[in-house]
């Protein structure tokens, strides 16, 4: 097996096959590997973190990096990240010389809990950070505004929109969340690692919008002109309701309502959910569950919520929100279910002496790494 191969599919967040996993984490075990292959993450973590001003596609982006040696992998990642990222506020690539070797050296912030930030894609192209500035753009008779509240609100000026239609892209990176408020008065609100594509008008006998990641939507009534939330498995049609929408690429495709009444389509086949359930996308197939809802959205007010969860779902999180990678030094962990609940403000160490408080697992960050391991077994 070729290391540097898996070590790309890993940076990709890829599926690896069980044969891969075991070969990685024999060669993981070496310190001397164990170092580089955290070098190679910290520059990721940076190149993800140059999402706030881009959307990039990782697979794309580390498809360019396929050297054979060791120092050439790192070399190359650096130039990469160097074009990428350019002004980089999480952090500060060097590559130094120490007795004709070369040194990764990466300096950066403490890791905070997520914030409120998002860039918003005009349909010229142009790109707008929303963070703590107030922003007014005007998009062809459409005026935008970002409050101090931080929402981002569309209001029409006037009727010269009518004949075309023009689409905005709001997308929220690792560490970050955004209120968004659409034309029709629908308010929609995003989690970390988000992007969604929106009309900035409505026109037509339906209300379309394109989601990756998570939202929750409050959908302004309108039975005349059902709203449709459209992604790659199935599309979440209703008229006017309280819904969550969970379409991470690794993870079953989930809807939740929390009130009203949504229909789920797919291939030619709806199926309608009731206040309490949940519609998830496993094995090609439909499932519908009743669920505990407040745990389901408790990010939209603020927390975290898990009960019996796998600690691979709980870190998966976590990584998003705080913007880290995990890595687990045993991968039996992933299985360990636990049940947590605090507050999304928490620092990430007062979420680690949470999971650690389990006596099952430790947690050591440095940098923006956080490594899992087993003491269960100890």
Avoid at 320 to 345: E, L, P, T
């Amino acid at each position: 097996m070729n290391i540097e191969e898996i070590i790309i599919k890993r940076l990709s967040e890829e599926h690896l096959s069980e044969e891969e996993s075991a070969f990685f984490d024999k060669w993981y075990q070496n310190s001397s590997n164990r170092e580089y292959y955290n070098d190679l993450l910290k520059i990721r973590s940076g190149i993800i973190a140059s999402q706030v001003k881009e959307r990039i596609d990782k697979r794309k982006a580390w498809n360019q990096v396929r050297p054979a040696r060791k120092i050439s992998l790192i070399r190359t990642l650096l130039k990469f990240a160097a074009i990428m990222i350019l002004p980089l506020s999480l952090g500060v690539f060097l590559l130094i010389r120490e007795n004709k070797q070369e040194k990764v050296v990466y300096a950066e912030v403490p890791v905070q809990p997520g914030k409120k930030q998002a860039v918003l894609t005009l349909s010229s192209g142009q790109q707008v950070m929303l963070a703590d500035t107030i922003v007014h753009v005007n998009e062809k008779g459409m005026v935008i505004s970002n409050f101090p509240d931080k929402e981002l609100v569309y209001k029409i000026m006037n009727d010269t929109m009518k004949t075309e239609t023009i689409y905005n892209t709001v997308t929220v990176p690792r560490g970050g969340e955004y209120k968004l408020v659409l034309a029709d008065g629908t308010i929609v609100w995003l989690n970390s690692d988000s992007h969604i594509r929106y009309p900035v008008t409505f026109s037509g006998n339906t209300r379309q919008v394109e989601l990756e990641g998570e939202a929750y939507f409050e959908v302004a009534k309108d039975v005349e002109k059902p709203f449709i939330v459209r992604m790659n498995e199935y599309n979440v049609r209703v008229t006017g309701t309280q819904f969550n929408v969970r379409n991470y690429s690794n993870e079953s495709l989930a809807t939740t309502l929390v009130e009203g009444g949504v229909q789920i389509e797919r291939k030619g086949k709806v199926d309608r959910l009731r206040p309490g359930q949940q519609a998830v996308l496993e094995n090609n197939e439909i499932r519908i569950r009743v669920v505990n809802v407040e745990e389901q959205v408790a990010w939209r007010h603020g927390a975290f919520g898990f009960t019996q969860c796998r600690l691979e779902n709980i870190m998966e999180e976590l990584a998003r929100w705080y913007d880290v990678d995990v890595f687990y030094m045993n991968q039996q962990v992933k299985d360990y279910h636990f049940s947590a609940w605090f507050k999304r403000s928490s620092s990430i160490n007062e979420v680690i002496n949470i999971l650690e408080k389990t006596k099952k697992i430790s947690l050591d960050l440095k940098g923006r790494i956080l490594t899992v391991k087993d003491i269960s077994r100890n």
